[in-house]
């Protein structure tokens, strides 16, 4: 089955600096790579997500890139402010998979 | 609308006794979902429904079932609870599965306790 990576576990950021967020996945038919921000408290919540046949997509001060042949994609949050900080999760499923399987989680920290 | 919502919020139990997590969703929804979360191990699914009456295994299945007799309900239930069940636990639900608009919403969570 699909395997997802995430990494750093923990990642504090200068507020206004940007934070970068990466994830790996196992298995090469993944194509949906959703991102899901957990505030203190609360269930996760899509903020972003991207299919296989684009290479980046932005909304704002958050984007997302994808590159298929490293089997890799990542969350990029421009001029973070305090609202940032929260719990981000990645995500890879197929088209007509029934499921997402998530990444183990980034604790963001903004300091002010 | 109230969207996912679950009840209980907290939940303290001893080893061995039962109960059921109730998740209930008023978007219409055809695919539900029930995952724990644990600390340093993201989300884990345990089982999903992808309509009424349908129910199918996740991840991490074992000591669990579930039921979906109405579209917009979906029962976790733990027969006989174990401290390695303490957890948090989410429900969501989505529209479709990925093909669509697939985007999962989740409910508050359930704080599970099992001495």
């Known amino acids: 089955g699909e395997n997802v990576e995430q990494h750093p576990s923990t990642l504090s950021v200068q507020e206004g600096d940007s934070a970068v967020i990466k994830c790996t996945y196992s298995d090469s038919a993944s194509n949906y790579f959703p991102w899901y921000k957990q505030e203190l408290g609360k269930g996760p919540q899509l903020i972003i997500d991207i299919r296989s046949n684009v290479g980046e997509k932005k909304d704002q001060r958050i984007a997302v890139t994808l590159n298929k042949t490293a089997k890799h994609f990542s969350l990029h949050i421009t001029e973070t402010q305090p609202e940032d900080s929260a719990v981000y999760f990645c995500a890879a499923s197929m088209t007509g998979r029934e499921k997402l399987t998530f990444g183990t989680g980034t604790r963001l920290t903004i300091i002010p | 609308n109230a969207g996912v919502t679950q009840t209980p919020k907290f939940r303290v139990l001893k080893t061995g006794q039962s109960m059921t997590l109730l998740c209930a969703q008023d978007m219409n929804h055809e695919y539900m979902y029930w995952y724990r979360q644990d600390p340093g191990m993201g989300l884990r699914l345990i089982h999903y429904s992808v309509g009424e009456g349908t129910t199918a295994k996740g991840e991490v299945p074992d000591g669990y079932n579930v039921s979906r007799l109405k579209k917009q309900n979906f029962l976790l239930g733990l027969e006989s609870a174990a401290p390695s069940q303490t957890s948090v636990y989410f429900c969501?639900?989505?529209?479709?599965?990925?093909?669509?608009?697939?985007?999962?919403?989740f409910g508050p969570g359930t704080r599970l306790t099992v001495l």
């Open positions: 969501a639900s989505s529209l479709t599965g990925t093909s669509g608009k697939n985007e999962q919403f």
